[in-house]
C-alpha cells in the first residue's frame, strides 16, 4: 500500500496558567505576571491514510468527536496565505470565514464550547499545515487535559500552544520556537476572544514566571522562588470573553473611574514584581514580604471586585481564606471559576489543612501545587516508517497518551 503524504504523530503538551496580577488590567497596557502550573494539555496530531481530506476532532473534555471535510478549508488557507513561518502573513479574517462557513451547518447543534474548540483547532492545521509539499491530507486532532475548561487557569492557551507545537512539529521537522508557538496561539486565541492581550498564551508557551506588558516581548523572570497555592475551582462556569465584554462595557460608562481603577492594578502588579524580586534576591526575612505579597494580592482582588469580575464564590474563597489568615485573589477573567490562595513557606500546616477542608466542604475542588516549571514540550517525533493501516480510515478510537506533570 502507498504510504500516506507525511504520515506520523506528534504529541505536544503545554501547561495552564495562573495570572498573580493585572488580569484585565493587562489588556489595556498595564503590566501582568503569570507562572505557569503542573496541570498540562496535551494535543496529539495524526496524519491518516484516508482518502479524503479530512479532520478528526476528539475532544472529550468538551464531549466532541467530529469528522469534517478538510479539502476546501485547506485551498482555503493556502488562498488567505498560510505560511507556516509567518503567523502575521496569513489573511485571519479570511481564513477564519472559510472555517465558519465550514462549520455553519455541522456546528449548529454544537454548544459554545464545542464551537470554540473546532474553530481554533480547524483554524490552526489549515494555517500551520496548508503550505505543506504534500498537503495535509487527513488529519486527526485529540486532546487531553488535567485543566478544568473554562475557569480561569488558561485552558483554551493551553490548548493553541499543545496544538500549535505539535503542528509545527509536523509541518517543520523540528520543535519550533516558543516565540513561533505563542504567535499561532496567540492568533488562536484571538478567536474565541477578539483581543486578548496575549499573556496567557506566553505564559503556556515559555513556561516559569513571566512578565508580560501588551506589544513587549514577554519577559521570562529568573526568580529563584516557588510560590505555593491553593488552587481553587469554585466550579462556577464563565467566560472569558463575555468578562472581558463586562469591562469593556463599565469602561465605556465610566470612563474615569475604570481606567484609574485598571491603572491601580498595574502600580499593584508592579510592586508584587519587586516583592517577588526582593524574595529571590534574599531569602531571609520572607515572612515580612510573603505577607506584603498577600496584601498585594488582597489589593489586586478588591481592584477586579470594582470592576465587576468577582462573584459569590470568588468572595466566598476569599473569606475562608481570610479566616485561615491567608491571603486570595480570583484569577484569570473571574466571574467564577479559579482563586488561588497564598501559602507562605512558614503558614501553620495545620490551619492550611483547615483551610482545605473548609474549601472543600463547600463543594470547591483544591489543588495544592507549586508555581512554575516547563512551558511547551513537544513529546514525540513523527515516526515516519509507520505504515499506516487502512483500518485507520475507520475511525477507531485513539490509544491514551501519557501525561506527566511537571510538578506540584
Ligand atoms: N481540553 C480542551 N478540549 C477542548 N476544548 C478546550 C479544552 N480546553 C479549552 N478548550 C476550549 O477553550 C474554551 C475555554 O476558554 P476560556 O478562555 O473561556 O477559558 P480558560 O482559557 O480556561 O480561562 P482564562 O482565559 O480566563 O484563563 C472552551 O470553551 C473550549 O472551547
Ligand atoms: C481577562 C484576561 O486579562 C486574562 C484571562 O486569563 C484576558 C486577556 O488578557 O486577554
Redesign the pocket.
Known sequence: MARAPGAGAVTASAPG?VLLHGEHSVVFGHRALAACLGLR?ATTVARRPAAAARVRLC?P??A?DARVPAAGLWRAARDAGAAWRHPRRLDHERLLRAVDELLAARAAAWG???R??AR?LLYLAAAVLADAPDGPGALRVS???E?????????????AVSAAAALLRLRAGAAADARLVSAWAFSCERI??GAPSGV?NAASAFGGLVAFRRGEEPRALALRVRLRVLLVDTRAAR???AQVARVAERRARWPAAVDATLQACGHVADAALEVLQQLSDAPGGSGERYAALGELWDANHCLLAALGVSHRALEHVRALAAEHGLAAKLT??GGG?YAIVLVPPAADAARVRALRDALEAAGYLVTDTLLGGDGVRVHDTPDESDEPDESDESDEPDEPVALEATDS
Do not use: E, F, I, M
Open positions: 496558567k494539555t475532544l473534555a468538551v466532541l459554545g464550547a464545542q470554540d474548540a481554533a486532546v487531553r487535559s485543566l478544568a475548561v473554562g475557569a480561569g487557569a488558561g485552558s483554551s492557551a493551553a490548548l474565541a476572544h496567557d467566560r472569558t470573553s484569570g477573567a471559576g
